[in-house]
């Protein structure tokens, strides 16, 4: 797998919510001057993966070669609404992204995952139709709050996730927003930046009074639902 140009590199940080002062104390004192770039989002996630938990499997075996499949979506609606596609591919410390984007996806408690795969793979090319057909089970949907931070020099991105769901998807024909899987309070701090851009990152977090965690959502997801 060849590392795109555009590739980028994320570090990410797990905090107790009880902490979640400290993080935003360390925004706002920052040399780098970071500001709130865009209104917060709510954000929810369709994580595909095989039957045989392969995007899950790699990740516990530490591949430095892998790949999830998510769906996204924003707004109030637990419901899959249009959103993206989304491949995320990683190799060793760089990541980036395929997109597929779905302009009409109307569903409700009765609409299917069938049909859902149906109606995204109508919508989206050869490639993305591929994906979704090598990794065809929807294991779980989360959902969270995202709070946006850019540095004044537009380097660096921050992203604070807040109040995480969880629906377990593996067991019936219709997605379940209804019964949750039990999480911990916590506060997922993630630093974004180009893989130019490794030396100012490291300075940038160097003084965060939280220690670095290696935290994937969809791992911690799946360990609160199997």
Same mark, same amino acid.
């Given at each position: 797998?060849?590392?795109?140009?555009?590739?980028? $590199?994320?570090?990410?940080?797990?905090?107790?919510?009880?902490?979640?002062?400290?993080?935003?104390?360390?925004?706002?004192?920052?040399?780098?001057?970071?500001?709130?770039?865009?209104?917060? &989002?709510?954000?929810?996630?369709?994580?595909?993966? !095989?039957?045989?938990?392969?995007?899950?499997?790699?990740?516990?075996?530490?591949?430095?070669?892998? !790949?999830?499949?998510?769906?996204?979506?924003?707004?109030?609606?637990?419901?899959?609404?249009?959103? #993206?596609?989304?491949? #995320?591919?990683?190799?060793?410390?760089?990541?980036?992204?395929?997109?597929? #984007?779905?302009?009409?996806?109307? !569903?409700?408690?009765?609409?299917?995952?069938? $049909?859902?795969?149906?109606?995204? &793979?109508?919508?989206?090319?050869?490639?993305?139709?591929?994906?979704?057909?090598?990794?065809?089970?929807?294991? @779980?949907?989360?959902?969270?709050?995202?709070?946006?931070?850019?540095?004044?020099?537009?380097?660096? &991105?921050?992203?604070?996730?807040?109040?995480? @769901?969880?629906?377990?998807?593996?067991?019936?024909?219709?997605?379940?927003?209804?019964?949750?899987?039990?999480?911990?309070?916590?506060?997922?701090?993630?630093?974004?930046?180009?893989? #130019?851009?490794?030396?100012?990152? !490291?300075?940038?977090?160097?003084?965060?009074?939280?220690?670095?965690? &290696?935290?994937?959502?969809? @791992?911690?997801?799946?360990?609160?639902?199997?």
């Amino acid at each position: 797998m060849l590392v795109p140009e555009g590739s980028r $590199q994320e570090i990410k940080f797990v905090t107790n919510l009880r902490d979640a002062d400290v993080v935003y104390q360390w925004l706002r004192l920052h040399p780098l001057a970071f500001t709130e770039a865009y209104p917060m &989002r709510i954000v929810h996630n369709i994580y595909f993966d !095989t039957y045989e938990y392969s995007a899950y499997a790699e990740n516990l075996a530490g591949v430095s070669d892998r !790949t999830k499949v998510r769906y996204r979506w924003y707004g109030d609606s637990l419901l899959p609404q249009a959103g #993206k596609l989304e491949i #995320k591919q990683k190799r060793n410390q760089f990541g980036w992204k395929l997109l597929y #984007k779905v302009n009409d996806l109307a !569903t409700n408690e009765q609409t299917t995952w069938k $049909q859902i795969r149906q109606s995204i &793979r109508s919508q989206i090319d050869h490639e993305g139709a591929l994906w979704l057909d090598q990794n065809p089970w929807a294991v @779980m949907i989360n959902h969270y709050r995202r709070y946006y931070y850019l540095s004044a020099c537009g380097r660096i &991105r921050v992203t604070l996730d807040f109040d995480q @769901m969880v629906w377990d998807q593996r067991k019936g024909p219709r997605p379940n927003v209804r019964l949750k899987a039990n999480l911990p309070e916590t506060v997922v701090v993630e630093c974004k930046f180009d893989r #130019k851009e490794r030396d100012l990152a !490291t300075q940038v977090l160097n003084g965060l009074p939280i220690r670095v965690a &290696r935290h994937s959502k969809y @791992m911690n997801a799946v360990t609160a639902i199997i």
